[in-house]
């Protein structure tokens, strides 16, 4: 490993001051992945492997070292989460540029978002399996050289491929990032709190996309929202080769025909999610890849039940704790990625803004994103995650039933008030679900933990845009067929050519006069309303969830209670 390397510390005996046992949980049980729940089997170092990383050493850090280490994790995750959404508010000028027509415009977003939730599971097995070090250095490079490439791109197809090539770095290098801060931060409140920080990274950098994207795209052109990845790549890559320690390995073998049938399950549900609003629901494409999806998927799950190391580890979602918090992430993605999309749309169509003062506007949530994140890592190492998970999607569902009560008129000093309320819903909940997860699963499978929270939110995300988009798009055209004239245009159409149309807007559907085009308008922000309800119904309904499961004791996956003595003694009989 290169840089500096802190001294060694040797473990503290038993009965000495400093030494600690193995943590038991409240139950007295040990905790599935401790010391003390695993038979001692001495190993050795593999040969790239310094002995000290070996699982079972003691390797302590200083604090400036650790600061490095997050700073330099949380850089490489803000750029893979920024592209998310920051290409959106560049796809009008992509379109002038390139010449690309809607189904073009479609696939430079869609490109990222399939690689990058089919191959996460992937990455997060590649990283324990061959080092998190190794895939997160490789995922950065290949992240940056995508980011060259979409910013170099001539065509659409190209930068296409370039946003694909984005996708696979992204899918490599995030799951690592919380493998190795887990590594590195060894003590659970302080990890706790690392943790907290990395989300709020990760959530800002989703939600700042919007923020970032209009003024480079504004000032500097479409491929400056490509550009800025590169000499920061290229940093990170130079201080991640030289800060980040190499992480104990699974010594399990690749399980690939769970990850072929994972990636062509996955890849063939986010495909059908995103076109099922575009070519309708009964379209043979969409019902094809959905088929596809279900028999990969079922094939996967079959597969996990029976191998001796699963590519994914089912009891991490069947799991009362951590099943719980990973289904708050796939409804966070639901809810948060659905009102983004839209409420943008909502903000430029409807009220006329600018691409800059429409990211502007969603700048409170980024702050508060960040902040609340930071500070729900400390109040989960205090007080555990299910408070701050419920209170989370409370706010976040709270937040997408307040802007129901605003329509065509709206002035921003009127809803502005949502978007700290938003952000802090979205900071807490994405903290205190990768907590969780993290916390209950085994170290030498902290890649798979990793990459299963952000793949399930990733997923959410796409699925939240294909429901929510198929309500709005069904009652904007309901209520639009009542105000169009006979042998004017069709209300379906033009309810599809603003929802699915890659930016056309709502007044360029059809030279409308002044009176109908006010009407299109107002149909689209009932059509908003009913998908608000939607994502805010599902947010709400996790939080009661998320109340009722997660009360009591911890129980990691893996872990089983305790027999009761009525059990007991009925198995004696």
Not at 55 to 62: I, L, N, V
Not at 70 to 76: P, W
Not at 415 to 436: D, H, N, Q, R
């Amino acid at each position: 490993m290169a840089g500096a390397r802190a001294p060694l510390r040797p473990s503290p005996e038993p009965g000495t001051r400093g030494h600690r046992p193995a943590s038991t949980g409240r139950t007295g049980a040990p905790e599935y992945g401790t010391a003390a729940s695993r038979p001692h089997r001495p190993r050795e170092a593999p040969l790239d492997v310094p002995a000290q990383f070996v699982e079972g050493s003691a390797m302590a850090y200083s604090a400036a070292r650790k600061r490095t280490v997050l700073i330099t994790l949380c850089t490489g995750l803000f750029m893979a989460m920024l592209d998310n959404l920051v290409v959106t508010t560049a796809l009008p000028s992509i379109g002038t540029a390139l010449r690309s027509g809607t189904s073009g415009l479609q696939w430079v977003v869609e490109a990222y978002s399939v690689v990058f939730a089919a191959l996460l599971l992937t990455g997060g097995t590649l990283g324990d399996r061959y080092g998190r070090r190794r895939v997160y250095l490789a995922g950065l490079a290949l992240f940056t050289a995508g980011s060259a490439l979409c910013a170099l791109a001539q065509d659409v197809e190209v930068l296409i491929a370039g946003r694909a090539v984005q996708g696979i770095g992204a899918a490599a290098l995030t799951p690592g990032t919380l493998a190795i801060l887990r590594h590195v931060f060894t003590e659970p409140g302080e990890r706790a709190r690392a943790i907290g920080v990395n989300s709020g990274v990760s959530g800002a950098g989703l939600a700042i996309g919007p923020v970032l994207g209009g003024p480079l795209v504004d000032n500097f052109g479409w491929a400056s929202a490509f550009w800025i990845n590169v000499p920061v790549g290229i940093a990170g890559l130079i201080v991640a080769a030289r800060v980040l320690p190499e992480v104990p390995r699974s010594t399990a073998k690749p399980d690939l025909a769970g990850q072929i049938t994972a990636v062509t399950g996955l890849a063939a549900l986010v495909l059908t999610l995103i076109e099922g609003p575009v070519h309708g629901w009964t379209h043979p494409l969409v019902l094809g890849g959905l088929a596809v999806s279900v028999v990969a998927l079922a094939a996967f799950v079959a597969l996990e039940l029976r191998v001796g190391a699963p590519m994914l580890d089912l009891r991490l979602l069947t799991s009362r704790t951590t099943g719980t918090a990973a289904l708050s992430g796939f409804t966070v993605g639901f809810g948060f990625f659905g009102l983004t999309v839209f409420l943008t749309m909502y903000l430029q169509y409807v009220l006329g803004w600018s691409a800059t003062s429409a990211g502007l506007a969603m700048l409170p949530a980024t702050v508060f994103t960040g902040l609340t994140a930071f500070l729900t890592g400390r109040i989960c190492a205090r007080f555990g995650s299910r408070l701050p998970l419920a209170g989370g999607l409370l706010l976040l569902g709270t937040g997408l039933a307040g802007l129901t009560f605003h329509g065509a008129d709206a002035a921003f000093a009127e809803f502005g008030w949502l978007m700290p309320v938003l952000g802090t819903g979205f900071g807490m909940t994405v903290a205190a679900t990768s907590i969780t997860v993290l916390e209950g699963a085994p170290p030498e499978r902290a890649g798979m933990a990793s990459a299963t929270v952000n793949m399930l939110r990733e997923v959410g995300g796409v699925a939240g845009v294909a429901v929510m988009g198929a309500v709005l798009t069904a009652r904007f055209a309901a209520v639009l067929r009542g105000e169009l004239p006979a042998g004017g245009p069709a209300a379906d159409g033009v309810a599809h050519s603003v929802t699915a149309g890659g930016g056309t807007g709502l007044g360029s559907t059809g030279a409308l006069p002044a009176r109908l085009e006010r009407a299109v308008e107002e149909s689209f922000v009932a059509g908003l309303h009913l998908a608000l309800w939607v994502g805010a119904g599902a947010l709400l309904a996790t939080a009661a969830l998320v109340l009722l499961r997660m009360r009591g004791p911890r129980h990691e996956f893996g872990t089983e209670r305790p027999a009761t003595a009525r059990q007991e003694r009925r198995t004696a009989a």
